[in-house]
Every structure is written in C-alpha cells, then in structure tokens.
Nanobody, 117 residues
Framework: QVRLEESGGGVVHAGGSLRLSCTAS????????MSWYRQRPGQKRELVAG????????EYGGAVQGRLTIDRDDTQNTVYLEMKALKPGETAVYYCNAWNYGTVIYWGQGTQVTVSE
C-alpha cells in the first residue's frame, strides 16, 4: 500500500522555524522526484519546493527561496522541508508528493502549519 505521511506541522510564532518530514512507504522512494506544496485558506494548492531525482535540481515557488530548504534521505525514504522566518500568510496545509516526468503520482494527506502574529 502506497503511503506518504507528513509530520512536523504545528503552531509557530511569526519569525519562527519548522521542519516538516514526509516519509514514504509502498513504493521505491529513490525512483521518484519529491515536492512540497501548500494550500492556504481559500486558495489553490501551490508549489513550495520541488527536488528532482535525476540531477538534484531544486525549484522553489513564489517568495520562499532563501528561507526554505528541501532535501531528502533515500535511506530513510523521507523528504524534508525546513522553513525559517515564517510569516502569518504562510499558514496552510502542507503536502508532499512524489512525481516523475512532470506527473504527480502520489500525494500525502497534509500537515497543518499555523503561523501566529
């Protein structure tokens, strides 16, 4: 059974940091590129950061570059998202996914991140 399980979300004050984890099971994790998306209240799901499998190239969405870091540990079947200097507008449900050739194959259920003033 394929599973992507996010963890590490919670409530943090503005300017604070969080590290999210997404652990995979049921498929060959090392064979997939991984990304983090978020969905803010009332908005569409948007890319936060994507990490390609073949060349390790990273794509960051929007205004997050420099404050967020994506990395992966294939020995642990886990992808991480480290977030610093969080802003209240970044309150969202954060999702990880596994993809290849531009197509998302699997999604996790998401973890809530709330950034308070």
């Amino acid at each position: 059974q394929v599973r992507l399980e996010e963890s590490g979300g919670g409530v943090v004050h503005a300017g604070g940091s969080l590290r999210l984890s997404c652990t995979a099971s049921g498929f060959v994790f090392s064979g997939y590129a991984m990304s983090w998306y978020r969905q803010r209240p009332g908005q569409k799901r948007e890319l936060v950061a994507g990490l390609r499998r073949d060349d390790g190239e990273i794509e960051y969405g929007g205004a997050v570059q420099g404050r967020l870091t994506i990395d992966r540990d294939d020995t642990q079947n886990t992808v991480y998202l480290e977030m610093k200097a969080l802003k209240p507008g970044e309150t969202a449900v954060y999702y990880c996914n596994a993809w290849n050739y531009g197509t998302v194959i699997y999604w996790g259920q998401g973890t809530q991140v709330t950034v308070s003033e």
